[in-house]
């Protein structure tokens, strides 16, 4: 099994930034692709960014946070890490910490379905 616990969720004002974490604990060698989503009420979960754990520079950005959101992966100290900048007040969401690892589920990378393995969640409240 794989655990997940994320942190460093806040409240910021706008144009301020903000570093998430996430540590993986337990078989964490299942893992290919760790990912970050969140979600707005009342609404579904929606990518943000994804990573392959070995593979660091090939990383997917949803074009709302290109260029102000960089994910990260510290396999060393089994963390993936969010840093998010220029923060927007459309950024104000529950963030969840996401890995993908065996027995892999059959969805893809694209919808939370393709992640098995999930945080609780972290709040991140951008207020102007």
């Known amino acids: 099994q794989v655990q997940l616990v994320e942190s460093g969720g806040g409240s910021v004002q706008t144009g301020g930034s903000l570093r998430l974490s996430c540590v993986t604990s337990g078989e964490s060698r299942r893992i290919s692709h760790m990912a970050w989503f969140r979600q707005y009420p009342g609404k579904e979960r929606e990518r943000v960014t994804y990573?392959?754990?070995?593979?660091?520079?090939?990383?997917w950005y949803d074009d709302s946070v290109k260029g102000r959101f960089t994910i990260s992966q510290d396999n060393d100290k089994n963390t993936n890490y969010l840093q998010m900048n220029n923060l927007k007040y459309d950024d104000t969401a529950m963030y969840y910490c996401?890995?993908?690892?065996?027995?892999?589920?059959?969805?893809?990378?694209?919808?939370?379905?393709?992640?098995?393995?999930w945080g609780q969640g972290t709040q991140v409240t951008v207020s102007s």
């Open positions: 996401a890995a993908r690892g065996t027995p892999y589920p059959s969805h893809g990378l694209e919808t939370p379905s393709g992640f098995n393995y």
């Open positions: 990573v392959h754990r070995d593979h660091h520079q090939l990383a």
